[in-house]
């Protein structure tokens, strides 16, 4: 079993930034896959950028350049820094991992940009 606790949303102008975490209940290094994912109002829930267990990152092509994902192994904690936010950035963003042939999802967290 796997719990994932995300925090750092909140409102923001769009240029601005903010960086949302991901506390893990074990080493984020563990999983076969760890990322962030995003639902907006109305959308399909949609990855926004992870890591394989090799360490390959992927990103969606509408956040390359601004958003990077990172993980802290001494904290069991993934993080996604968001830089040059835009409006279209306004979604529930989800922490999410795979783990022994099973998917984990945190609660969501609210980010708000406006323009």
């Known amino acids: 079993q796997v719990q994932l606790v995300e925090s750092g949303g909140g409102l923001v102008q769009a240029g601005g930034s903010l960086r949302l975490s991901c506390a893990a209940s074990?080493?984020?290094?563990?999983?076969?896959?760890v990322g962030w994912y995003r639902q907006a109002p109305g959308k399909q829930r949609e990855l926004v950028a992870s890591f394989t267990s090799g360490g390959t990152t992927n990103y969606a092509d509408s956040v390359k350049g601004r958003f990077t994902i990172s993980r802290d192994n001494a904290k069991n904690a993934v993080y996604l820094q968001m830089n040059s936010l835009k409006p279209e950035d306004t979604a529930v963003y989800y922490c999410?991992?795979?783990?022994?042939?099973?998917?984990?999802w945190g609660q969501g967290t609210q980010v708000t940009v406006s323009s």
């Open positions: 999410n991992a795979a783990y022994q042939w099973s998917a984990y």
């Open positions: 074990r080493s984020p290094f563990s999983f076969n896959r």
